[in-house]
């Protein structure tokens, strides 16, 4: 028998009488009986389907600089406090980042991101950044994001006169967990340069990982934050532990409850773009198809920083068979 207080939730969100639903009802869905999950899901996408239609977007990513960072997060390959072999470069030049957009554009990708990794780029980093965001929106229509870490409004300016659409800065999990995850920087520094890009006038695209061993009252925790934040994006990663890191010996989430998380973000955020990213092959596996039935309208294609997707033909070909359009 379907939920009857799921439903309610649901019909209140379809009808356009309440978009937002209570810190409490979140976690009363959250915490919901493994039976109604498939209601949970089934529901996230009658609300994706009233707010995206079938349109989803495909975005992709070049770790743009691979270096040791001083930040301490517990999940990151690149963190100078593990030991995990990851290999390190400085900034790839402009022709390599710039030619990697051009293929992503042609392999069907609508969104492409030079991601870096370290607490701040220097300036000349920032001018080599723009300037290939200029050269590739001379060639292409690609929507071009970026995530840099932390910015001064001077570079969130530079950045968006260059032609960068998207700034992508994740605020990882939820505020009552992050001290288990990051003792380096603290939250709010996080939060404030989220304010600052979206003060420039340039879209955020913030989320987090989900299986940090966060309780799920914390991942309602971080969806609502992303929503008092006015979030343009919410990418939704899953721990996919790695080898040296503090958290390699974490347990993967299931599919099913990788699921439950997606369509939770999609009650909570109903009218946000959710894309899902790193992580899913290995979580989801069977059911990475079922990412779209879940709430989400977005999906990360080709590899990740440290680590491979699967094939972006493969993810097009499942776009294509879904019935859905991939259009940005």
Known sequence: ??????????????????????????????????????????????????????????????????????????????????????????????????????????AGAVKYSMVTSGYMLKKDEIETICRVAEKIKLKTDINVCASLGMLTESMAKKLKASGVTTYHHNLETARSYFDQICTTHAYDEDIETVKLVKSTGLNICCGGILGLGETWEQRVELAFTLKELDVDVIPINFLNPIPGSRME??????????????????????????????????????????????????????????TKGRSIKTDMDMIRQAGLNNNG
Request: proline residues 2%; hydrophobic residues 40%.
């Open 1 to 106: 028998m379907f939920n009857d207080f799921i439903n309610n939730i649901t019909d209140k969100i379809l009808k356009g009488t309440s978009s937002i639903i209570s810190y409490k009802e979140a976690c009363d869905l959250a915490n919901i009986s493994k039976e109604h999950t498939t209601d949970l899901i089934t529901c996230a996408n009658k609300i994706r389907n009233k707010f995206k239609s079938d349109n989803v977007f495909t975005c992709s990513i070049i770790n743009a600089k691979s270096w040791l960072c001083s930040q301490d997060c517990a999940f990151c390959a690149q963190s100078a406090h593990h030991k995990t072999g990851v290999k390190t470069y400085p900034l790839l030049s402009e022709k390599e980042l710039m030619d990697t957009g051009v293929s992503m554009h042609k």
């Open 249 to 306: 010996n974490r347990p993967l989430l299931s599919p099913m409850e990788a699921l439950k998380c997606i369509a939770l973000f999609r009650f909570i955020n109903p009218e946000k773009d959710i894309t899902i990213c790193g992580g899913r092959e290995v979580v989801l596996q069977d059911y990475q198809s079922w990412v779209f039935l879940a709430g989400a309208n977005g999906l990360m294609v080709g590899n990740y920083l440290t």
